[in-house]
């Protein structure tokens, strides 16, 4: 079992920054991969960005290239999102999520998921 908590979440003006954590509870964090998600008001949940159990490999959805940032702590039991260069469109419920099973997806089909955190972006 994992248990999650996204944290970091607010009001940013377009343009600004933030940054999400997840914080992990349980055993064995590094054997999970670890990725973000976000769902918007009446769409479907979608994928932002995801790092692999090795820390060594990244993937990121189409909305993240270039202005996000996956990364995670194994010492600390956390995984971030820096957000850069925020969009309105970017306004969304931000949820952490992790996974034993290979090779990562980018469906919301992830095991363990977090509470979500508010992000909003305004113009």
């Known amino acids: 079992q994992v248990q999650l908590v996204e944290s970091g979440g607010g009001l940013v003006q377009a343009g600004g920054s933030l940054r999400l954590s997840c914080a992990a509870s349980?055993?064995?964090?590094?054997?999970?991969?670890m990725g973000w998600f976000r769902q918007a008001p009446g769409k479907e949940r979608e994928f932002v960005a995801a790092?692999?159990?090795?820390?060594?490999?990244?993937y990121y959805g189409d909305s993240a290239k270039g202005r996000f940032v996956i990364s995670r702590d194994i010492a600390k039991v956390t995984v971030y999102l820096q957000m850069n260069s925020l969009k309105p469109e970017d306004t969304a419920v931000y949820y952490c999520?992790?996974?034993?099973?290979?090779?990562?997806?980018?469906?919301?089909?992830?095991?363990?998921w977090g509470q979500g955190t508010q992000v909003t972006v305004s113009s």
């Open positions: 790092i692999h159990r090795s820390g060594g490999i990244t």
């Open positions: 999520a992790s996974d034993l099973r290979s090779p990562i997806v980018r469906t919301p089909t992830w095991t363990y």
């Open positions: 349980g055993r064995f964090f590094s054997a999970y991969d």
